[in-house]
């Protein structure tokens, strides 16, 4: 079956400017994830969508950033004002539904802000 | 705060050997663990996760927990150099709200 999509798979923007990314999880999973990696780090935790609903989100890095989530199905981070440490790759990861339940992640987001 | 640790390398094991690779967490409350591989600039796959003490064997990995310790290890048997990668430890403390803790990884090659 299919496994979890993200695009754009490659965005370059001008500092200030606003940006949206968006997940598509593994059909069926109700759980998703979103993880930022900088270059050479590991992966950074940034919001957990159990359905539609967000219990924490105080893993996101600043008020800039805001994700929402349709039903059990996509997902998108938005960014606003771009600053150039945003740039990162952002992870997108989708599970079943239990916290025990493997993690399946898409292929990355390279988000470079100029 | 919630922390994984891994020595980040490179570790270095010569063809057919077996590369071990090790991490260690802060939160007692840990639950589930995960070793992921992440090649370079590819997204993060799956190898082994563990949930419970002792060991866990799937073909020529071995994952080990011991959460007295608080400790996780993956050993690789006959390393190929196709295992060459950077080996993520991770772990969820349960309820999924947070998420999953990574460490920063471990870079292996494996030398033909």
């Known amino acids: 079956g299919a496994g979890v999509s993200q695009s754009p798979s490659n965005k370059v923007t001008e500092k200030g400017k606003d940006v949206e990314l968006r997940c598509d999880p593994i059909?069926?999973?109700?759980?998703l994830y979103w993880y930022r990696q900088r270059l050479g780090q590991g992966l950074e935790f940034l919001i957990y969508?159990?359905?539609?609903?967000?219990?924490?989100k105080s893993g996101l890095p600043s008020d800039r950033f805001s994700a929402e989530r349709t039903g059990e199905s996509v997902s998108t981070l938005t960014i606003q004002r771009t600053q150039q440490e945003d740039s990162a790759v952002y992870l997108c990861?989708?599970?079943?539904?239990?916290?025990?339940?493997?993690?399946?992640f898409g292929p990355g987001t390279r988000l470079t802000v100029l | 705060q919630k922390e994984v640790e891994q020595n980040s390398g490179p570790l270095s094991v010569p063809e057919g050997a077996i590369a071990s690779l090790n991490c260690t967490y802060s939160?007692?409350?840990?639950?589930?663990f995960f070793w992921y591989r992440q090649y370079s600039g590819k997204s993060p796959e799956l190898i082994m996760s563990?949930?419970?003490?002792g060991d866990k064997e799937d073909g020529r990995f071995t994952a080990q927990l011991n959460k007295a310790s608080q400790y996780v290890s993956l050993l690789i048997r006959d390393s190929q150099p196709s295992d060459s990668a950077t080996y993520l430890c991770?772990?969820?403390?349960?309820?999924?709200?947070?998420?999953?803790?990574f460490g920063k990884g471990t870079h292996l090659i494996i030398q033909p």
């Open positions: 939160d007692r409350g840990s639950q589930s």
């Open positions: 991770a772990v969820d403390s349960g309820g999924g709200a947070d998420g999953l803790t």
């Open positions: 990861a989708s599970s079943p539904g239990t916290y025990t339940d493997t993690q399946y």
């Open positions: 969508f159990q359905g539609n609903s967000a219990p924490d």
């Open positions: 059909s069926g999973h109700t759980a």
């Open positions: 563990i949930y419970s003490n």
